[in-house]
């Protein structure tokens, strides 16, 4: 099994980027899939998840009505429209797959995914 995130890079704030997360081994169709962020000497953060029935999505307090997740069934690929960045939204993002079907109470806890990708690099410059 095997994630591949893209799309990072340096920008400035109010600027949009979109990431991508290219998976292999398993389907974006029958997986929970999330986004998560980790920032210097913090811990890493919920920023955002798609479950498998019906594709409801969920996101972090702090990115809600700014970030939007999706999937592409045909390319096997997750993405992450980060629209109106901030300074604050810096940090290494990271894919994840959860393949146990978790219960909505889970899907913000990094224990419930199984699979990760290798994290992209997010930089907003004020």
């Known amino acids: 099994v095997q994630l591949q995130a893209s799309g990072g890079g340096l920008v400035q704030a109010g600027s949009s980027l979109r990431l991508s997360c290219a998976v292999s081994?398993?389907?974006?169709?029958?997986?929970?899939m999330g986004w998560f962020r980790q920032a210097p000497g913090k811990d890493r953060e919920f920023v955002a998840a798609?479950?498998?029935?019906?594709?409801?999505?969920h996101y972090g307090d702090s990115v809600k009505g700014r970030f939007a997740i999706s999937r592409d069934y045909d390319k096997n690929t997750v993405y992450l429209q980060m629209n109106s960045l901030k300074p604050e939204d810096t940090a290494v993002y990271y894919c994840?797959?959860?393949?146990?079907?978790?219960?909505?109470?889970?899907?913000?806890?990094?224990?419930?995914?199984?699979?990760w990708g290798q994290g992209t690099q997010v930089t907003v410059s004020s």
């Open positions: 798609i479950r498998p029935s019906g594709g409801s999505t």
């Open positions: 081994g398993r389907t974006v169709r029958s997986d929970t």
């Open positions: 994840a797959a959860a393949n146990n079907r978790p219960i909505l109470s889970t899907i913000r806890d990094v224990r419930t995914y199984t699979y």
